[in-house]
């Protein structure tokens, strides 16, 4: 059984930088997608970023740059760089797993876990 342990959030002001990890149990990062979302109060859950199978990477059009996934095969563990924050990030953010490719439907991907949050005050 999969499990995902999202943490590194928290309350961070305009324009700073979090590094959220993702540890990953049960089933390994290696050769599988690996992707983070995000959701907003009263929003549905959006792509943000991923990796695919073969190690493409692929961000949401909002990104413009400010954030950077990687994964280490060897923690098992997946993390997304946030750098530039403004309050429109503002969200709680999860990480998932997947065989084959990236969706960037959320409801094509299974394992949630909790989330961990990320504030921006201006």
């Known amino acids: 059984q999969v499990q995902l342990v999202e943490t590194g959030g928290g309350l961070v002001q305009t324009g700073a930088s979090l590094t959220l990890s993702c540890a990953v149990s049960?089933?390994?990062?290696?050769?599988?997608?690996v992707a983070w979302f995000r959701q907003a109060p009263g929003k549905e859950r959006a792509f943000v970023a991923g990796i695919s199978y073969i190690g493409q990477t692929l961000y949401g059009d909002f990104v413009k740059g400010r954030f950077n996934i990687n994964k280490d095969n060897a923690k098992n563990t997946v993390y997304l760089q946030l750098n530039n924050l403004n309050s429109e990030d503002t969200a709680v953010y999860y990480c998932?797993?997947?065989?084959?490719?990236?969706?960037?439907?959320?409801?094509?991907?299974?394992?949630w876990g909790q989330g961990t949050q990320v504030t921006v005050s201006s």
């Open positions: 998932e797993l997947r065989g084959g490719v990236i969706y960037f439907d959320a409801n094509k991907w299974k394992h």
């Open positions: 049960g089933h390994s990062v290696n050769g599988n997608a």
